[in-house]
Structure formats: C-alpha cells, structure tokens
C-alpha cells in the first residue's frame, strides 16, 4: 500500500486548522525522543490507539509537531504536509498504521533539520551487549524476523519498525521510538510462541494491533537503546540465488539509496533532504563492522537461519 503526500503553505495549513478546529475532540501528546507531537483528532479509536503506541508528553509542554486526523466523506484520501509549522493532516484515514508512522516522520523531520539525529525505518535488537538493525524496504520480512530473533536466548529488542540514530564518535547509537509494537495478525502463524499474544490483541481492519510485546518475552527484555556493530539490509529478489553476503559501507548506501532510503513515509522528499539522508547513511555504515545483505524470496526459515547465523558468530 502507498499513499502520496502534497507539502502545503502555512497559509494552507491555517485555513484547514479553521476549517476543522470544531472537530478536536481529542488532543493527546506524544513524546517522541524528545519531541511533542500533538495529535488533534475526533475519532475515538485513532485516539486510543496513539494512547497505546507512544509514551506521553506533559500537557504543559508545547507541541513541535502536530497530525490533525478526521473524517471528510465528501472527500477521499489526503495526506497534507506543512513543513514550515511541522503540521500533517490525515483526512479520511482509517489504517492506523499509516497515523503513527507519519507522526514518527513528523519527530524525523524535526530531528534530523535540528539536532542531527537521524531515522531509520527498519528494526533493532540487541544481543549481549551489541545492537543489530535490519533494514529493508516494506514487505521484505524485516518485522518478521525481528519477531523471530526474539526467541533466541540473549536477543533484546529496542523497535520493531523504526528508530533513531545518534552518530557519537566512531559509533552508531540506536534510540527505541515507541511503547508499544504494531504486530501482524498472521506472526503466530510463522511463531507459534506468539499465539497467546495474538489471542489477547484487538486487530483493525488491516489485520494489526497495539500490543505490549513484554507480556510475552518479558520487560527486561525491550531496551531503550544500543549501539550497533552489525547491519543487515533485506531485499526480495527472485532471480538472484544466492541468500546472504557480506557488502561494503559504499554497496549498503547504493542500496538504500536506491530504495528510497527504505522509508515510504518520508514527508519532505526535496534535493536539500536527499543530502542529509545521503550524507547520514554514508558515516553510518562506516560505524558499522559488519554489514549483510540478505535475500528473503527464499523460504522464510531458510533467509531466517542465515540471519541467525550471522548474529550468533
């Protein structure tokens, strides 16, 4: 699923904030590394689940960023930007997925322009003492394999879907940036040990919940950070036989560049933020020791065992 987002003048976005202003029901902020993202939304369900996803920021903080999410039936879709005020709107949707990822670019945005830390769209674990992040364009397995590595003694998870980067030196430190995970109805299909989870959780329409993925694998073992000695990209290529190799800190930035940073939900996409990206991606795979490249059109539990392999050694 894509959507597309249109950058609006602050000028646009001040209309639309009269436009709706009779709409806010629910105002609930977010802490987000740091930033207050404040969402302003008349739709119960989106509230409660932004209540589960995020770790919440005082009400007498004022917001860096904002999401305005509501219904318009006379209209379809939107997806608005304002990147002068830091300010989305999400008319007429319903995929909460969609929400919570646009108010994490939202905090990137903010981030990356001012404090140059940088987001990364991909999962991160931790294993005895050293961090491993898989980063993968969406639908290549990434948050299916972290689920897996999750049963192996040892392994702790920061995120499961994205997280934030601190370059310190010679090191890359990896930042969790929610509470809570966004699990796939279908996980205790691949890992039955999640079934109990999967039994308790209250899924939309899209097949995901918000859960607390410590009632599983318990809290000692969801971590607020580590820094990362190994990388691994996942890519989907049927033609290509082989399922792992080891590549170069220059191959891993052509990769990711070439996928568009493996991030859809970038909101400004202009030539100045191409080159922050760029510039972060090439010093961070110079903090990584190791770096893989792993094919997952090859059967799960094949492409899974060489990922195991590659963090146990």
Known sequence: MKYEVKLISIEEKDALMEKYSDRFLYEERADIYGCCIKLLTDIKYVKER??????????????????????????????????????????????????????????????????????????????????????????????????????????????????????????????????????????????GEYQRLVDKAEFDSMGRAVVNIRWIVGKGRVLPMTTLKKAILLKRDPEERSIINRISPDEALSYVESAGFCNPHLLVRDRRKTNIRSKFFREFFHTIEEIYIVNTAAPIMESHRAIKETIQK
């Open 50 to 191: 932004w209540e589960e996803s995020f770790y919440p920021m005082s009400a007498s903080i004022r917001s860096h960023g904002r999401l305005i999410v509501t219904n318009e039936t006379r209209e379809g879709q939107q997806f608005l930007y304002d990147p002068l005020s830091k300010t989305a709107f999400l008319i007429n949707v319903d995929y909460y997925g969609w929400i919570k990822s646009i108010a994490l670019s939202v905090a990137g945005d903010i981030l990356e322009d001012e404090h140059s830390i940088n987001s990364v769209h991909g999962a991160c674990v931790d294993m005895d003492g050293w961090g491993i992040c898989l980063i993968a364009p969406s639908g290549t397995g990434k948050t299916t394999h972290t689920y897996g590595l999750l049963r192996l003694e040892g392994v702790r998870v920061i995120s499961d879907d994205w997280f934030f980067v601190r370059l310190m030196g010679n090191r890359a430190v990896a930042f969790a940036s929610e509470k809570n995970f966004y699990i796939q109805a279908d996980i205790a299909n691949v890992w």
